[in-house]
């Protein structure tokens, strides 16, 4: 079983930036992010595959950008620029060599003035 501990999330001002990042208790092959905000479904964020290419929604392309440390199995997303439509609650994602999948308890991000 693997567990994922995130980090980061907070208050900030519209324009301003965070950074959250994910920590897996064992080894991950693939890793990435999303969040869901009130009434919304919960969409991807920005997506990071041991090999291949990274994903982004179109609503953070240039703003956001997810990296990784294969090293510590930790995952990283940082957001500038950041706007209130970007309010939601953040999940990490893993996958694993076997495709089993693991979520974090997720890490709420508020943009507001």
């Known amino acids: 079983q693997v567990q994922l501990v995130e980090s980061g999330g907070g208050l900030v001002q519209p324009g301003g930036s965070l950074r959250l990042s994910c920590s897996a208790s064992g080894s991950i092959l693939h890793m990435g992010w999303h969040r869901q905000a009130p009434g919304k479904e919960c969409e991807l964020v920005a997506a990071?595959?041991?090999?291949?290419?990274?994903n982004y929604a179109d609503s953070v392309k240039v703003r956001f950008t997810i990296s990784r440390d294969n090293r510590k199995n930790t995952v990283y997303l940082q957001m500038d620029s950041l706007k209130p439509g970007d309010t939601a609650v953040y999940y990490c994602?893993?996958?694993?060599?076997?495709?089993?999948?693991?979520w974090g308890q997720g890490t709420q991000v508020t943009v507001s003035s």
């Open positions: 994602k893993a996958r694993n060599i076997c495709g089993h999948e693991y």
């Open positions: 990071i595959p041991s090999g291949g290419s990274i």
